[in-house]
């Protein structure tokens, strides 16, 4: 016995295993790229903070000295430009010092005055209003233009403390440095300012708050003043605010002077841009009879800036900006009109009018002259920018903190996946030897495959071959049969007596036929036998007609029964047989079968021939019965001629 080969698993087993295997093994080494792209990463990220942060103190300390350096450069500019400020406008006061100290590593200014004995006083503690007065004017200007905010200012009374001949000087440092730093300056005084610069453009109140204020202004000459796109207000105006009913203040660049006298609603337009700029409103602003309060300010290209305070609706604060043909502005798809409590953000981007360090710096208010002066001093060297003309290295400061928390913190966590990856990596090191290995299994599938295709090809043809085998031996098989049969001459002699066999059966079915007409002409001859000696002249012609057409019929039947009787006598009494084969057993039962027929045949036709003969025997004893005359017509008739086709005629039926 030959040993049992081991099964081998199936080729689509085979190939779903190694597919298996294929994918498995393509997550593993993506997974394993994956976490040694990431280790590298990281590794990369733990070395850079690292190294940072060994030079995390000579960084903190470049960037300290860097920015004392700026610090002391701004310091020494602002003393320089306060001290000039105020000996333009008083003459022989003191000169201006800065103090620029640090308060938890943050820039501190202390703001004074330098004694002649080298002593430092406060400017607000240790100072008149008319010191207090300038420097405020100029610590706002400072602040609007460090402060990188729109370049606007509205004072309300700043010179009420400076002596009346000393105004003219103020509000000349006011005009030259608007010029020189770009900022458009509205003044509310009650001094009569007119003709103290030819660049200062006045406007004053007329009329009394209680039949309706108003404002008498050069709007001609201001609105000449403006090209279209430059940055500025052209105008205030004011509906049912307060004290007015419909006024407008004209606005040229540079400085632009309210005056009038007290409690004429001067002030009344420093709360109205206030509600527009600082959403600092109460419905107090709204005058005594009216519905809503609308302030309405003139901008670049036309455009128009709208304030509507309305109490008794919603929202009681609207702000919107129309184009110059009314239309509201819309900007990337979105209208620039908002309601509610707080300056819609597009109010302050668009106009730059905003709180710094959350102090009022662009809008001054009567109630509160003083600027700055009364402030921590952190909080006057971040509004003055000391920290801002400083800034850069303020943030750099700020990031290079927070670059050192988020160095930590990469050390740390990047230290703890550094070692979780090193320890799934581990496992994964022989990735390339499987892929080898999967490799090899692949093309012994391949291989084996292949084998297996050509295996299915010889068992095709094994199968076919042996189907070949069983064909020869059956066609050998029936080869052996045929030779037994006869001759070719034998086997037409037989399909000839079969031939004749066939015909003589068909006879001897006729044969048949014949008998049963012999036998029911025998039945009718019996009954003409019963007939009287002499026949009654028949009165039915055609009933006789009819009878004598029966026996007409009759005689033809029993001729060709003759007829066939004759052809059967030379049959032989027996079929030959003939030679068996494979199908000559079907063939010998039907010849058995025929000749049978054939016998039975032969029978009836002899029992025919007795029936004709016993039939005319009658026939003649019939005639003699009438005397030789037709039963049927009456007429002289033989007896042969009765049965070979006598015609009946009319003469019987006449006798």
Not at 13 to 21: C, E, G, I, K, V
Not at 510 to 518: E, K, S
Not at 528 to 552: E, I, K
Request: net charge neutral; proline share 5%; with cysteine.
């Amino acid at each position: 016995m030959t040993a049992a080969l081991p099964v081998s698993p199936a080729p689509a087993d085979r190939q779903d295993a190694l597919s298996r295997a294929g994918r498995l093994l393509a997550r593993l080494e993506a997974t394993r790229d994956r976490d040694r792209e990431t280790l590298a990463v990281r590794t990369r990220e733990v070395a850079a903070a690292k190294g940072r942060l060994a030079q995390r103190d000579a960084v903190d300390t470049y960037l300290r000295e860097l920015q004392q350096d700026a610090n002391r450069r701004s310091v020494a500019t602002f003393e320089t430009l306060l001290t000039a400020l105020v000996q333009e406008v008083l003459p022989g006061e003191k000169p201006v010092r800065l103090d620029l100290t640090t308060e938890r590593g943050l820039p501190a200014l202390d703001i004074g005055v330098e004694r002649p004995d080298g002593g430092r006083e406060d400017v607000l503690e240790d100072n008149g209003g008319a010191m207090t007065n300038v420097v405020g004017m100029a610590l706002r200007l400072i602040a609007v233009v460090k402060a990188g905010v729109g370049r606007f200012l509205a004072l309300d009374e700043a010179d009420c403390w400076i002596a009346p001949d000393r105004v003219p000087a103020f509000y000349q440092v006011l005009e030259e440095s608007a010029a020189k730093l770009g900022v458009q300056c509205l003044a509310i005084s009650h001094h009569d300012v007119a003709g103290f610069g030819a660049d200062l453009t006045v406007s004053r109140i007329a009329g009394r708050p209680e039949t309706g204020v108003a404002i008498v202004g050069p709007a001609a000459a201001c609105a000449a003043a403006w090209s279209p796109d430059a940055p500025g207000f052209r105008y205030l105006r004011l509906l049912d605010v307060q004290g007015f009913a419909d006024a407008t203040l004209p606005l040229a660049p540079g400085v632009n002077a309210l005056v009038g006298p007290n409690n004429h609603g001067k002030s009344t337009v420093i709360r109205a841009l206030r509600a527009v700029f600082y959403g600092e409103v109460r419905d107090s602003l709204v005058r005594a009879g009216a519905s809503a309060a609308r302030v309405e300010i003139g901008v670049a290209d036309g455009r128009l800036l709208r304030y509507v305070r309305q109490p008794k609706r919603t929202p009681v604060n609207l702000w919107s900006l129309h184009e110059a043909d009314g239309a509201l502005v819309r900007e990337n798809g979105t209208t620039l009109e908002t309601g509610g409590r707080d300056v819609p953000p597009w109010v302050e981007r668009l106009f730059g009018i905003t709180r710094v360090e959350d102090l009022d710096v662009h809008v001054a208010h009567q109630k509160f002259p003083v600027f700055l002066l009364g402030e921590k001093p952190a909080r006057r060297s971040a509004v003055l920018s000391i920290g801002r003309e400083a800034g850069l290295v303020r943030d750099m400061q700020a990031l290079q903190r927070e670059r050192v928390t988020e160095d930590q913190r990469t050390i740390r966590e990047g230290e703890r996946e550094i070692a979780r990856l090193r320890e799934a990596l581990g496992p994964l090191d022989d990735l390339d030897a499987l892929a080898e290995t999967l490799g090899g299994l692949r093309a012994r599938a391949d291989a084996l495959a292949a084998a297996e295709a050509r295996l299915r090809e010889r068992e095709v043809l094994a199968d076919r071959l042996a189907r070949s085998e069983r064909l020869a031996t059956g066609a050998a098989a029936r080869a052996r049969v045929l030779a037994d049969l006869p001759a070719p001459e034998t086997g037409a002699e037989i399909g000839r007596a079969l031939a004749e066999a066939r015909h003589r059966a068909a006879l001897g079915r006729r044969v048949l036929v014949t008998a049963d007409d012999l036998a029911t002409a025998h039945d009718r001859v019996a009954a003409l036998g019963r007939l009287p000696a002499r026949a009654p002249v028949p009165r039915d012609t055609a009933r006789n007609t009819f009878h004598a057409a029966r026996l007409r019929g009759l005689r033809a039947a029993l001729a060709e029964a003759e007829a066939r009787a004759s052809v059967l006598a030379g049959l032989p009494d027996a079929a030959p047989r003939p030679l068996l084969r494979p199908d000559a057993a079907t063939t010998a039962r039907r010849l058995a079968e025929t000749g049978r027929r054939l016998a039975e045949a032969r029978g009836r036709a002899a029992a025919a021939r007795d029936g004709l003969a016993v039939a005319e025997a009658e026939m003649e004893m019939v005639l003699a019965a009438t005397g030789g005359r037709c039963p049927a017509c009456g007429t002289p008739v033989a007896p042969a001629s009765l049965l070979a086709g006598h015609r009946h005629s009319g003469r019987g039926d006449a006798a």
